[in-house]
């Protein structure tokens, strides 16, 4: 290494100095060798740099005959290592009905409903305890709700209000073997008044008086499209019938009469694709259908007709109870096709065609009985014509009722002199659906359908359910006269079902 001084200055330069300039020459010297400015050493035996890879989304253009790809890569789904649900495990799940609750307490001297008891006005304002073997036939119907309350009491009872009471005397008359008569009734009202419960008490007089009970628990299930259907043979204009459907009825038919049992075949079917036992049994004429899906529809056709057939002596025929909730469902297009893929109305199906012509008079119970419906204001449908027949029908039952609601042509009638009619019009801008109009009959049918409007309970209806509730264990208050009059009207004026989510459901 190469010094920055000049060797002749040092020779010429004095002996002092001389040594000074030695001396720190040797020290930088010593310096420079222990510090190195370079070293080749760790270059050489260093690994060689990787070459970096290009990023898949590539910030240049890519290369002639590279095929890119921008696709991010998909994340693999977590696989649950539980056990996936059964087939039906879940509809079952959701479907389930709890009917008692062994940690409520038992209500002491609860009566049960009865025969005798249906019509007796000293029970209003009572909760009563329906029996063990109607409770059993009544879950067959799947008359029971998930949405009622069932599972918070020790066993199921219902309360006796005013309409309780004058359709048990109507039940009492209709079951003398010599009254033919038939009732047709739709019951109405707002979300928890009780519309539901009403058909449920109605099957439940029923089935204490040994009529034969046919009921379709929701209306929804025969038109959204959730079971098989196909076209009916032979039949003018096109019916569909949905057979997997009709299994299903025949066997809770089949489950919840026991009366079925004790009749027996009494007219000939020529048309049936089996042959018959001539003297076989109702019911088993109804589980043979439950079992073969493929004869489904001809044996419901020849059980009805069998319990249509006049009464005799030796084959007697007890009275019917065609019910059925949800009726704006069955009062529109279905979810079903027709093979040129237009909407199928609903009464093209061949169970709802069955019910609606029972409902409008056009196919007569010949031993008498009921044909009920009720409609659903938490899961109903906008049918303009449904709603417009109901208010005409129940405004020409009670013009009075209907002359004292506030109508907006009403002043303007009375200021020029012309009458008003209470009885809503159809609207010429407005399209209707005729068989509708049809099913639901005139204005003013005599002896047609009756539309019965549900409105909240009495104070005295109140106070015996509540003071129900308190025996029960799942209102734990002192019944007064000031809670009752608070959460009557607060329920808006007794609506069953904000009575119970006042009082039950709804705790502090």
């Given amino acids: 290494m190469s010094s920055g001084r000049c060797w002749r200055c040092v020779a010429r330069a004095p002996e002092n100095l001389k040594y000074r300039l030695l001396h720190s020459h040797s020290r930088s010297v010593l310096h420079f060798q222990q510090h190195a400015f370079f070293s080749t050493t760790s270059p050489?035996?260093?690994?060689?740099?990787?070459?970096?890879?290009?990023?898949?989304?590539?910030?240049?253009?890519?290369?002639?005959?590279?095929?890119?790809?921008?696709?991010?890569?998909?994340?693999?789904?977590?696989?649950?290592?539980?056990?996936?649900?059964?087939?039906?495990?879940?509809?079952?799940?959701?479907?389930?009905?709890?009917?008692?609750?062994?940690?409520?307490?038992?209500?002491?001297?609860?009566?049960?409903?009865?025969?005798?008891?249906?019509?007796?006005?000293?029970?209003?304002?009572?909760?009563?305890?329906?029996?063990?073997?109607?409770?059993?036939?009544?879950?067959?119907?799947?008359?029971?709700?998930?949405?009622?309350?069932?599972?918070?009491?020790?066993?199921?009872?219902?309360?006796?209000?005013?309409?309780?009471?004058?359709?048990?005397?109507?039940?009492?008359?209709?079951?003398?073997?010599?009254?033919?008569?038939?009732?047709?009734?739709?019951?109405v009202g707002e979300r928890g008044s009780g519309k539901s419960t009403m058909l449920l008490q109605a099957m439940t007089m029923a089935f204490l008086q040994n009529w034969v009970v046919i009921n379709f628990p929701e209306g929804q299930d025969l038109t959204i499209g959730h079971t098989e259907y196909g076209p009916l043979p032979g039949s003018s204009p096109p019916l569909y019938h949905q057979k997997t459907y009709t299994a299903a009825l025949l066997s809770r038919l089949a489950r919840a009469n026991p009366i079925l049992s004790t009749l027996r075949l009494s007219l000939p079917h020529p048309s049936f694709p089996t042959p018959l036992q001539p003297n076989i049994s109702l019911d088993r004429l109804a589980l043979l259908g439950a079992s073969d899906p493929e004869i489904a529809h001809p044996v419901f056709l020849a059980l009805w007709a069998e319990l249509r057939a006049p009464t005799t002596p030796s084959h007697p025929r007890p009275k019917l109870l065609l019910a059925l909730d949800g009726l704006a469902h069955v009062m529109r297009n279905s979810a079903y096709r027709s093979p040129a893929f237009t909407p199928i109305h609903a009464h093209d199906l061949a169970l709802v065609r069955f019910f609606t012509d029972h409902l409008s008079g056009a196919a007569p119970l010949p031993n008498g009985g009921m044909v009920l419906a009720a409609t659903s204001a938490s899961n109903h449908p906008n049918v303009l014509t449904l709603q417009f027949k109901l208010r005409q029908i129940e405004a020409a039952q009670d013009p009075d009722r209907a002359a004292a609601l506030p109508s907006p042509i009403q002043p303007f009638l009375t200021a020029t002199g012309q009458e008003y009619d209470p009885v809503p019009r159809p609207q010429p801008f407005v399209r209707y659906d005729e068989r509708v109009m049809r099913v639901l009959g005139g204005v003013r049918p005599e002896g047609g359908i009756e539309v019965q409007r549900l409105e909240g309970l009495s104070r005295e209806e109140a106070r015996g359910l509540m003071e129900y509730w308190a025996r029960s264990g799942m209102m734990r208050k002192e019944v007064s006269e000031g809670l009752v009059g608070e959460k009557w009207t607060v329920s808006g004026g007794g609506v069953v079902g904000e009575l119970e989510r006042g009082c039950v459901r709804m705790r502090v």
């Avoid at 790809?69 to 056990?83: F, G, H, I, N, W």
């Avoid at 909760?127 to 799947?142: F, K, S, T």
């Avoid at 004058?166 to 019951?187: A, C, E, W």
């Fill in 44 to 187: 050489n035996l260093a690994l060689p740099t990787p070459k970096s890879r290009p990023s898949k989304l590539g910030t240049g253009p890519p290369r002639r005959g590279e095929k890119t790809t921008y696709a991010r890569k998909k994340k693999k789904p977590s696989e649950s290592k539980a056990r996936p649900p059964a087939p039906g495990e879940r509809k079952a799940l959701r479907k389930r009905i709890v009917l008692s609750n062994t940690n409520a307490l038992e209500v002491p001297g609860m009566q049960d409903f009865t025969a005798e008891s249906m019509g007796n006005a000293n029970l209003q304002g009572q909760v009563v305890g329906i029996p063990g073997p109607v409770v059993d036939q009544l879950r067959a119907m799947e008359a029971f709700k998930t949405c009622q309350g069932w599972g918070l009491f020790r066993r199921p009872g219902m309360l006796v209000r005013e309409e309780t009471v004058s359709h048990g005397k109507l039940v009492q008359s209709m079951s003398d073997p010599q009254n033919t008569d038939t009732v047709r009734r739709i019951y």
